[in-house]
């Protein structure tokens, strides 16, 4: 069909949606069932205008098509990170910011770090940072889960190789950069400080890898080839800033979306407890229900038609995993938590050559931080006035602090973990 034909369908729904904005992060889950009864497609004036997909099928259908809609750092809407709306000023992130077959070259460095053989040989770490995080306040019989949540950081951190202590810099700077709003002290200090220093840091670990090679991920990507030759600084750089950056949010956010749920929650709480076996098949419905990362942002790259609407080139599109993974027409009752839903085809961790090379780390930390929640503090209680959200809800919804009370139990660990300069 060409582009000057007549389009069949109505005008597309236009509304002003900002998933950036105070009235969505209230409620996400009622603003974005508000689109999709708009359609499968809609069209948002803000920031410069973007098209929002809601559906499961539109949303597969896109994700699957790099060629139209693309993940590659471009112009179009600005400088900066392509994957978000508005674009984060922050660097290249590799490989997710390029599109096959670029992409493939240095996805595959990725995956052997990342596949369920390497995550086995990562679950000692795991369960050393989740029972030490646990063991600082497990006498207390209070704590801030916002803080225990920060497992992911610190294992992300110790498995690239570096200094674990520094895991609360690396986590509240990209927390900040996706969840605190643009123009505020928080944002700007993230930006300005903070990822400076970030780079600093990683850099001249990269350099102490190329004289003195370790065991860990950064020595990995500083020996490993792409197109027969070494990787850059640049380039190596780029690949562990991403990790970093899904490493400290994506679980986070999805174990503490978990606890919130399972404090209202006290039957579907006692199940897991009383059969743990459960946790993994239950943490593919929570991923689905709750979706730590809602959307992601492609570009459009050519005039095309999709959907019944017409694309132009530079056009930004915003595919929500959330509102996919809440669709009638993918899931029944798809606001329900069954925890025995299966298959459990959600979106949650993307789709298509961009899918989330990290899924398998997420879940073995999910896994664990919530066995061991629910293990030894079994009969929290959130204290809600307590609880402060993140102003800013569009990528990784999450709290800055979450306050909860418990009955005391006992240390179980020897005392390793971080070092007490982070704590």
């Known amino acids: 069909m060409s582009l000057d034909d007549p389009i069949v369908e109505p005008a597309c729904p236009e509304v002003d949606f900002d998933h950036n904005s105070p009235e969505h992060a209230v409620d996400p889950v009622a603003s974005y069932r508000r689109l999709r009864e708009l359609g499968s497609v809609v069209r948002s004036p803000r920031h410069d205008g973007f098209w929002v997909f809601t559906d499961y099928e539109t949303v597969f259908e896109a994700a699957r098509d790099d060629q139209v809609f693309s993940s590659a750092r471009c112009p179009y809407g600005g400088d900066g990170l392509a994957t978000v709306i508005p674009k984060t000023p922050v660097n290249h992130h590799i490989p997710v910011e390029l599109d096959p077959p670029e992409h493939r070259k240095y996805r ?3 995956n052997p770090l990342t596949a369920p053989a390497a995550v086995e040989r990562l679950r000692p770490t795991i369960e050393k940072y989740t029972t030490w995080f646990i063991d600082r306040v497990i006498e207390d019989g209070r704590c801030d889960f916002a803080t225990i949540i920060g497992v992911p950081a610190v294992v992300t951190i110790d498995w690239l190789g570096l200094p674990p202590e520094d895991w609360e810099r690396y986590a509240h700077a990209h927390h900040a950069a996706l969840s605190e709003l643009p123009g505020t002290a928080e944002f700007a200090h993230a930006i ?3 990822f400076p220093w970030m780079e600093r840091q990683l850099r001249s670990a990269i350099a102490q890898r190329r004289v003195e090679p370790r065991d860990d991920v950064l020595t990995h990507l500083v020996g490993s080839q792409v197109d027969g030759r070494p990787l850059t600084d640049d380039e190596v750089f ?7 950056s899904g490493g400290v949010g994506t679980t986070a956010s999805l174990v503490g979306q978990t606890l919130m749920y399972l404090d209202g929650d006290r039957d579907l709480r006692r ?3 009383d059969h743990p076996e459960k946790l993994p098949r239950a ?4 991923l689905r229900v709750f979706s730590p990362t809602q959307a992601l942002a492609r570009t459009v790259t050519r005039d095309v038609e999709f959907g019944g609407r017409r694309f132009r080139t530079g056009d930004r599109v915003l595919l ?3 509102s996919a993974n809440r669709d009638a027409a993918a899931f029944e009752n798809p606001d329900t938590v069954d925890i025995e839903r299966w298959p459990n085809r959600h979106t949650s961790f993307g789709m298509g050559v961009h899918r989330c090379a990290g899924s398998h780390i997420a ?6 931080m919530l066995g061991q929640i629910l293990g030894r503090m079994p009969d929290y209680e959130i204290v809600h006035d307590g609880v402060v959200p993140f102003a800013h809800q569009a990528v990784n919804l999450g709290w800055k602090k979450m306050p909860a009370r418990f009955t005391p139990g006992a240390r179980r660990g020897s005392g390793g973990g971080v070092r007490s300069g982070s704590q």
Do not use: H
């Open 108 to 110: 595959k460095l990725i």
């Open 192 to 194: 300005d400080v903070e």
């Open 238 to 244: 780029g690949m562990a800033e991403l990790l970093i």
């Open 271 to 273: 199940a897991l407890i």
């Open 283 to 286: 943490v593919e419905e929570f």
């Open 320 to 322: 929500s995993w959330a």
């Open 363 to 368: 879940r073995a930390l999910a896994v664990e």
